[in-house]
T-cell receptor, first 115, second 115 residues
Framework: GDSVTQTEGQVALSEEDFLTIHCNYSASGYPALFWYVQYPGEGPQFLFRASRDKEKGSSRGFEATYDKGTTSFHLRKASVQESDSAVYYCALGDRCGSSGNKLIFGIGTLLSVKP | ETAVFQTPNYHVTQVGNEVSFNCKQTLGHDTMYWYKQDSKKLLKIMFSYNNKQLIVNETVPRRFSPQSSDKAHLNLRIKSVEPEDSAVYLC??????????????FGPGTRLLVL
């Protein structure tokens, strides 16, 4: 079945560091790709999505580009802040039954940013 | 305020008891979902539902069942809880049924602890 792989379980950075969280997917079709962020005690929040090859999604300084060739959707931010500390999930939109849809999530990456 | 609301925030119960969690969305969406987030923060779909169709993830035990009174509400009932049901249960909604690009919006979750 379809799947999402996030290679980093935890990332520790200092403020103003550059962030990369790697996300690769495996899908038989042409899925939509998402990034969600989850703060402690809250549900996942939609960050952004992309649905076509070479499309870039972005929000709050974070960005990722859909790359069908390398089946990737890596999350990047040029300069992280302490307030970015959270768990980040890569997800793909997949068929669920005859017409519904579901999100398949990666394992999540815990980002810790020191001041 | 438009959002996804869940009650209770936290529930502690004994093995074998029945529990029920509530979810309401005021986003005007047609489709709702339940996800389970385990202790390792892994997120997995349990149910997808709109007024036309219920899709059940095949790995969900039969003691779990969704209950809906209208398209704004989707509750989750667990008939006889077991220790492995301890987790955070997240409700989500999306505008459409079948759109792979649809963004899902999550509630804050209900944390269940089974003693």
């Amino acid at each position: 079945g379809d799947s999402v792989t996030q290679t980093e379980g935890q990332v520790a950075l200092s403020e103003e560091d550059f962030l990369t969280i790697h996300c690769n997917y495996s899908a038989s079709g042409y899925p939509a790709l998402f990034w969600y962020v989850q703060y402690p005690g809250e549900g996942p929040q939609f960050l952004f999505r992309a649905s076509r090859d070479k499309e870039k999604g972005s929000s709050r300084g974070f960005e990722a580009t859909y790359d069908k060739g390398t089946t990737s959707f890596h999350l990047r931010k040029a300069s992280v802040q302490e307030s970015d500390s959270a768990v980040y999930y890569c997800a793909l939109g997949d068929r669920c039954g005859s017409s519904g849809n579901k999100l398949i999530f990666g394992i999540g990456t815990l980002l810790s940013v020191k001041p | 305020e438009t959002a996804v609301f869940q009650t209770p925030n936290y529930h502690v119960t004994q093995v074998g008891n029945e529990v029920s969690f509530n979810c309401k969305q005021t986003l005007g969406h047609d489709t709702m979902y339940w996800y389970k987030q385990d202790s390792k923060k892994l997120l997995k779909i349990m149910f997808s539902y709109n007024n036309k169709q219920l899709i059940v993830n095949e790995t969900v035990p039969r003691r779990f069942s969704p209950q809906s009174s209208d398209k704004a509400h989707l509750n989750l009932r667990i008939k006889s809880v077991e220790p492995e049901d301890s987790a955070v249960y997240l409700c989500a909604s999306s505008p459409d049924w079948g759109g792979l690009q649809d963004t899902q919006y999550f509630g804050p979750g209900t944390r269940l602890l089974v003693l």
